[in-house]
């Protein structure tokens, strides 16, 4: 069963923005904190960016001021703003619930060229 799907990535230059979005199950979704993740080649996954049911967010210090993360309960979809990007933030980009993680989606590909 497929329970998150990740969209929105792309090629992009270095300074440019992309939005990424989410959609998960209504079931996990507003109960749930959700959380950003991303894989770069070579690299262990790490969070990125996460925002609690109530709306309380947290971020990575590689990520601050340049990305925003934003839900709408009424979607059931988590985004990602990214802006400034930089060619070190090339990676696979993936949606989970933080606290109990869910199977892991196909994730959206995130490519910065300088």
């Known amino acids: 069963q497929v329970q998150l799907v990740e969209s929105g990535g792309g090629l992009v230059q270095a300074g440019g923005s992309l939005r990424l979005s989410c959609a998960a199950s209504r079931s996990i979704f507003s109960i749930s904190a959700m959380g950003w993740y991303r894989q770069a080649p070579g690299k262990q996954r790490e969070l990125v960016a996460s925002i609690t049911s109530s709306g309380s967010t947290s971020y990575g210090d590689s990520v601050k001021g340049r990305f925003t993360i934003s839900r709408d309960n009424a979607k059931n979809t988590v985004y990602l703003q990214m802006n400034s990007l930089k060619p070190e933030d090339t990676a696979v980009y993936y949606c989970?619930?933080?606290?109990?993680?869910?199977?892991w989606g196909q994730g959206t590909q995130v490519t910065v060229s300088s």
């Open positions: 989970n619930r933080v606290g109990s993680r869910l199977n």
